[in-house]
């Protein structure tokens, strides 16, 4: 069963603190992506990678950074925390192949005061 | 560009009555599509894909290439059905992109 972990449920930051949001994957899976949901607007990506080291931009990637060191491992960075950057956050991952599934993270709600 | 539109943000009905979640899309390829589901409380996960021509949980869905819709349908709805349902694209760019719509919440009334 695929198993796809966030570091953290909730987390609050103030504006202008940098912060890392962790995901972790167990099957050994090419693509991760990350996400922010909001009402209204759905999911947005903000990056994904198709391998280790590699990065693509996503559809809103301002004032996000991604690290992925490992195959299993995909960091969401956020340089200097803003408060338009309060949101719900998902972590996705998949085979490579396009009609495969993307398993999602339970999300972590971050909120920047 | 691609795009996916979910015109309803909420639709609601009586358990029993028929269900359609409406999705449209714009792609100027030969799009994959999917309808993913988020039960109160619980991770976002696939429903169905078009290609596997698939019926889950009761629910159906027909790619409309004319139309550029991919509706989402069931016949009788379930108070187990109210979730939000996002219909997504896999189109450009390759390895699996998906472009999400704003999503509709199903709510199931007795």
């Known amino acids: 069963d695929v198993k796809v972990t966030q570091s953290s449920r909730y987390l609050v930051k103030r504006t202008g603190e940098k912060v890392f949001l962790e995901c972790v994957q167990d099957m050994d899976h090419e693509n991760m992506f990350w996400y922010r949901q909001d009402p209204g607007l759905g999911l947005r990506l903000i990056y994904f990678s198709y391998d280790v080291k590699m990065k693509e931009k996503g559809d809103i990637p301002e004032g996000y950074s991604v690290s992925r060191e490992k195959k299993e491992r995909f960091s969401l960075i956020l340089e200097s925390a803003s408060t338009n950057q309060t949101s719900m956050y998902l972590c996705?991952?998949?085979?490579?192949?396009?009609?495969?599934?993307?398993?999602f993270g339970p999300g972590t709600r971050l909120t920047v005061l | 560009a691609q795009r996916v539109t979910q015109p309803e943000k909420l639709l609601s009905v009586f358990k029993g009555a028929p269900v359609e979640l409406k999705c449209n899309y714009s792609?100027?390829?030969?799009?994959?599509l999917f309808w993913y589901v988020q039960y109160s409380r619980q991770r976002l996960q696939l429903l169905l894909r078009?290609?596997s021509r698939e019926s889950i949980k009761g629910f159906t869905a027909d790619l409309n290439k004319g139309e550029t819709s991919f509706h989402l349908k069931k016949p009788f709805a379930q108070e187990e059905d109210s979730a939000m349902y996002y219909c997504a694209l896999s189109g450009t760019g390759g390895g699996n992109k998906l472009t999400f719509g704003t999503g509709t919440q199903l709510k199931v009334e007795l």
């Open positions: 996705a991952s998949s085979q490579i192949d396009s009609l495969d599934t993307q398993y």
């Open positions: 792609y100027s390829g030969s799009p994959e």
């Open positions: 078009h290609i």
